[in-house]
């Protein structure tokens, strides 16, 4: 009966994605990126395996990306020259191209403990507002 018991809450368990699993990211970011705002379900995460979940929701054509720099310089103050965050000079996690209105696209990073800000880096969209930042704990 004990291990009936033990299976049964082991499969409940299992089914709930409650248990953890080789290859499987510790934390889901939903990230969309609207007109001139990024939007994030969380700014907090622990460090270790982090998917970004990146969808571009803009009411109109515009295309997106999603920079992840670590820094600590504040989300509004980063570098810029000719209308781009001039990222040679931060700390480039890496990236998530090209994301056309409507569609969305999956990346998934080793994100150790720090402040990290993301940006949309098209010509223009940081200055209007594209940028957040994603804060992973120990």
Do not use: W
């Not at 996690?93 to 209105?101: L, Y």
């Not at 720090?114 to 969209?125: A, D, E, Q, S, T």
């Amino acid at each position: 009966m004990r291990d009936a018991y033990r299976i049964a809450v082991f499969a409940a368990a299992a089914a709930l994605g409650t248990l953890p699993t080789v290859g499987r990211a510790q934390r889901t970011v939903e990230v969309t990126l609207l007109s001139n705002s990024i939007e994030l379900d969380t700014h907090r995460v622990r460090s270790g395996r982090v998917t970004l979940d990146v969808t571009n929701s803009a009411d109109n054509k515009m295309m997106h990306e999603l920079v992840v720099l670590k820094t600590d310089i504040a989300d509004s103050a980063l570098p810029v020259r000719n209308a781009h965050v001039l990222e040679q000079k931060l700390r480039k996690i890496g990236e998530v191209e090209d994301v056309a209105p409507g569609k969305s696209k999956r990346v998934t990073f080793r994100l150790t403990s720090g402040r990290y800000v993301l940006i949309c880096n098209k010509p223009g969209h940081y200055a209007a507002g594209m940028r957040t930042v994603l804060v992973v704990a120990p």
